[in-house]
């Protein structure tokens, strides 16, 4: 081909592009791009956590299932007569982005990301054409990381689920061991039960594995929903064999072997050991069908075509429903920008350096700087940590409060950030309600957290202390904030933590009744440092 034809030809491809419906499209994208800023940094954020690394991937599977379904939709000529539904999701999407942003709830903005992918697709192609797409955008939903609380719900019982089943197969095996809480007891080897499940950290991508399967699989929905559901079952027993083979190993050839044996045994292993039993699976029920048909032909894994359906993309229409979401969109975009940032009103309060060092029978050390990085990343206008001791308790409390000026510009609102690092992970959380107790009429919640390193464990009280308001919530806590902003311009905001390890012959009960006794006097001086409406 000469230089003056393929010249030519690339001139004819990108006039294709220069239509009124490309435009009203690019000026859609590139304001909701806008709107929806806060879902995608949340988004890039949750991304760098290996339970979620997954992530930037997902985005690229789902468009390569909706141009493989693409193939399948004749271009439709004529009127189209039925976008409506689109734009009422349109609306739902754009109300989730301004209500998430407004309370600076990302995880919010990201979910009408995916109404607003949605909307989008009914708005091109109408309800008939559109709506067969959903696989594909549902799919999206696998780029979200999950509520704080709900993650570790689901984490810890699979946890549970996993290292029973580990036990009871060692027990099968004549393998001398023992479930004590979260440990598992090997004799001369105790294993955490978060170190020994950590294969459960791929769960998310091979739940997004199996539901390609399941959409890309040609057979009775039985078949797809065994596959659709066999992931967490898979991932689950895949870590109770890991388990039991570490006592195997440790019965037969001692410590040294199995710690470099849990390192080989996780991660990429666990994943693709999953992806290889769910192939195993089709495959199983690709024999059992009649007639038979090819794994090959039953997956339908046929790509040829996909560059051809990205180039239909020039033919979308400038339908009076895609101009209103444009322009919609960019008023929106436009509004956003242009309201100016209102100053937080500032209330008197003593600093944390005022905190009394006696707190009933209880001693306060001096206050404690932190680490350069760590302030760095904590980013807070005033923080205390100190340790706090009593003739009358076994162990100290580590006590440890935080307040922002302006919370928008905190990290408080995470358990991963609420809880040390260094290799402590959550073991159990929950939420106490606390207000007959301690509320003096106010609401009280709490966050109860174990949290464990090897065989050390230890019990923390966190929630958000803010404007008068205790709450365990961190959505909860940006309701009130929300609300606070609206009526009196304040928008600070603050946690309080206390940490007391459990001894090893220690009860949990012991170092519950720990906290229960210092909560009090904590809870005393508080208002002094987070000033109530």
Not at 23 to 51: K, M, T
Not at 380 to 396: F, G, K, Q
Not at 400 to 427: K, T
Request: hydrophobic residues 50%; charged residues 15%; aromatic residues 12%.
């Amino acid at each position: 081909m000469s230089a003056t034809n393929m010249m030519t030809n690339a001139r004819t491809l990108a006039s294709g592009f220069l239509t009124w419906g490309m435009f009203w499209l690019v000026l859609a994208v590139l304001s909701a791009g806008v709107i929806f800023q806060d879902g995608l940094r949340e988004l890039l954020r949750a991304w760098q956590v290996p339970e979620y690394s997954h992530g930037p991937l997902i985005p690229i599977l789902s468009a390569f299932l909706f141009l493989r379904h693409l193939k399948d939709v004749p271009v439709r000529t004529g009127p189209v007569d039925d976008r409506w539904p689109g734009v009422l999701l349109m609306v739902l999407a754009l109300l989730f982005a301004v209500a998430g942003s407004m309370i600076e709830i990302g995880d919010i903005v990201a979910y009408g990301l995916i109404l607003w992918v949605g909307a989008l697709l009914l708005i091109a192609f109408g309800w008939r054409d559109g709506w067969p797409f959903w696989p594909a955008v549902l799919h999206l939903v696998f780029m979200l990381p999950l509520p704080g609380a709900v993650y570790y719900g689901v984490s810890i019982w699979l946890q549970g689920v996993s290292s029973e089943l580990g036990v009871a197969i060692l027990h099968m095996l004549r393998v001398p061991v023992y479930l004590e809480g979260n440990i598992i007891d090997l004799g001369e080897y105790r294993l955490h039960v978060a170190e020994a499940c950590s294969g459960l950290r791929y769960l998310f991508p091979i739940m997004s594995f199996s539901y390609i399967f399941a959409t890309l699989y040609q057979g009775p929905v039985w078949h797809k929903a065994a596959l659709l559901l066999a992931a967490a079952p898979i991932t689950v027993v895949l870590n109770s064999v890991r388990i039991a083979i570490a006592g195997v190993i440790v019965q037969h050839w001692g410590v040294g072997w199995v710690e470099g044996f849990t390192h080989f045994f996780e991660g990429w292993v666990i994943f693709l050991t999953s992806v290889g039993l769910l192939f195993l699976m089709a495959w199983v029920m690709v024999r059992l069908r009649r007639p038979r048909v090819g794994l090959v032909e039953a997956l339908d894994l046929d790509t040829s075509g996909i560059g051809t359906q990205m180039l239909r993309i020039r033919l979308i229409e400038p339908s009076r429903a895609l101009i209103a979401m444009a322009v919609l969109s960019v008023g929106i975009a436009a509004a956003w920008q242009a309201v100016p940032a209102q100053d937080d009103v500032v209330v008197p309060r003593d600093p944390f350096g005022a905190m009394p060092s006696q707190l009933g029978d209880w001693r306060a050390a001096p206050g404690q700087r932190l680490d350069a990085d760590v302030e760095r990343i904590l980013g807070a206008d005033d923080y205390h940590a100190t340790v706090l001791t009593s003739p009358t308790a076994a162990a100290p409390v580590d006590f440890f409060m935080v307040w922002y000026r302006d919370q928008s510009r905190g990290g408080v609102h995470s358990p991963e950030v609420c809880l040390p690092g260094g290799g402590w992970e959550i073991a159990e959380l929950e939420q106490l309600d606390k207000t007959e107790q301690f509320g003096g009429g106010q609401r009280f919640t709490l966050n109860r957290a174990v949290i464990q390193q090897g065989t050390s464990r230890q019990l923390a009280y966190y929630w958000f202390e803010q404007q008068g308001q205790r709450t365990a919530s961190g959505f909860e806590a940006k309701l009130q904030l929300m609300v606070g902003k609206l009526t009196n311009g304040r928008n600070d905001s603050g946690m309080v933590r206390l940490i007391t390890p459990i001894r090893e012959n220690e009860s949990l009960a012991e170092a519950e009744a720990r906290l229960q006794s210092v909560l009090p006097y904590v809870l005393d001086p508080l208002p002094r440092f987070f000033p109530p409406v």
